[in-house]
């Protein structure tokens, strides 16, 4: 069976400083991971997708995540944040071993990007 | 333009009143889900379609009905079996319904009870 755990809750960061978002997953196969961004009442958006090509995938909006299989971690990483980032963010896991293609994503509880002026 | 529209974006619900919330895409996608997300939560599968004329219960069937008569089209019922309905519901299509597809999100639709 595959989870994904996502480790903060809330993270609150200024404006300009680097963002990390942190995501643990486990997966008995080779799994896809996405990250989605959700602004308020609106529906998810992709931000970036790896699928066992390069372990550093680069999304839209500056953002990118580092796929690291020892420590089964997908964190979500940016530079230097801006206030529209705030918003949150879900770490989905997909795997072979969910028993189908269809109905194989899980989802984390997600993360609330708080970015302060 | 492509993409997932849902109606109403906003829905409200008697007590034993069944509704229906609609999700449309142009994305000549074959499967489609439904989802709900409560407050603090991920989001939880309600059924899925990989095809037209069939369709899957999710982690969270109870209460909910679906139908899939056209590729294009998915609507959900929310029944009056679901006691708990309040929740913002998100609909979303991919190309095949394979392991590791990306899914597409519509802008989602939040029911209420009055």
Partial sequence: ?117 | DGGITQSPKYLFRKEGQNVTLSCEQNLNHDAMYWYRQDPGQGLRLIYYSQIVNDFQKGDIAEGYSVSREKKESFPLTVTSAQKNPTAFYLCASSIGGQVGETQYFGPGTRLLVL
């Fill in chain 1, 1 to 117: 069976a595959q989870s994904v755990t996502q480790l903060d809750s809330h993270v609150s960061v200024s404006e300009g400083t680097p963002v990390l978002l942190r995501c643990n997953y486990s997966s008995s196969y080779s799994p896809s991971l996405f990250w989605y961004v959700q602004h308020p009442n609106k529906g998810l958006q992709l931000l970036l997708k790896y699928t066992s090509a390069a372990t550093l995938v680069k999304g839209i909006n500056g953002f990118e995540a580092e796929f690291k299989k020892s420590e089964t971690s997908f964190h979500l990483t940016k530079p230097s944040a801006h206030m529209s980032d705030a918003a949150e963010y879900f770490c989905v896991v997909s795997d072979l071993g969910s028993g189908g293609g269809a109905d194989g994503l899980t989802f984390g509880k997600g993360t609330h990007l708080i970015i302060q002026p």
